[in-house]
């Protein structure tokens, strides 16, 4: 069964205090790693696929990386409007195409 | 313009009824899903449905039913709500071969009376 564990599930930052996110992760066959944000209230926001170990994407202030067992999503001098809870997500091979989730991680910046 | 949209985004209904839950992309996409969210944030697949295929997730109960009227919709009906069925449902819509990321809707909250 695919398994992803997102730690920490909340992290208070300072406006302008670089942190990572992790996500590990189990599964079948690899398709592809995701990461999304969710605003209170809303639908999760697509960010990044990654699909192999090495793989680096960035978006503004955001870094996500990928290796065998798990992925980072690094966050340079954060902003208020970066709160928002982070969730990973993993595809495996297959027909199915569905995403496993994990529980996310809930961050603050403070200004 | 809206990517995929659901209606209606808050319903509140009591034990024992039976409602749907419609959504509509917009993206030309050709496989869409159902995804419930608990009171604990945990996202988990409901069903997906292409033309040509529907898994269902074996947890579902089969009082959920996904109904398909076209590629660009795909409606959940509930039948005989239960309290614990209160939760967040959420529609997304991907395209097969191409970067499989999906893209989800706002979300309908749903409160079981």
């Known amino acids: 069964e695919d398994q992803v564990t997102q730690s920490p599930e909340a992290l208070r930052l300072q406006e302008g205090e670089s942190s990572s996110l992790n996500c590990s992760y189990t599964?079948?066959?690899?398709?592809?790693l995701f990461w999304y944000r969710q605003d209170p209230g809303k639908g999760p926001e697509f960010l990044f696929t990654?699909?192999?170990a090495g793989e680096e994407k960035e978006k503004e202030r955001l870094k996500a990386t990928l290796t065998k067992k798990e992925s980072f999503l690094h966050i340079t001098a954060p902003k208020p409007e970066d709160s928002a809870t982070y969730l990973c997500?993993?595809?495996?091979?297959?027909?199915?195409?569905?995403?496993?989730f994990g529980s996310g991680t809930q961050l603050t910046v403070l200004p | 313009d809206t990517a995929v949209s659901q209606t209606p985004k808050y319903l509140v209904t009591q034990m024992g009824n039976d409602k749907s839950i419609k959504c509509e992309q917009n993206?030309?996409?050709?496989?869409m899903y159902w995804y419930k969210q608990d009171s604990k944030k945990f996202l988990k697949i409901m069903f997906s449905?292409?033309?040509?295929?529907?898994?269902i997730n074996e947890t579902v109960p089969n009082r959920f039913s996904p109904k398909s009227p076209d590629k660009a919709h795909l409606n959940l009906h509930i039948n005989s709500l239960e309290l614990g069925d209160s939760a967040v449902y959420f529609c997304?819509?991907?395209?097969?071969?191409?970067?499989?990321?999906?893209?989800f809707g706002p979300g309908t909250r749903l409160t079981v009376t």
């Open positions: 990654l699909y192999s």
């Open positions: 997500a993993v595809q495996a091979g297959g027909s199915a195409r569905q995403l496993t």
């Open positions: 449905y292409n033309n040509k295929e529907l898994i």
């Open positions: 599964v079948s066959g690899l398709r592809g």
């Open positions: 993206l030309g996409h050709d496989t």
């Open positions: 997304a819509s991907s395209q097969v071969g191409h970067s499989y990321e999906q893209y």
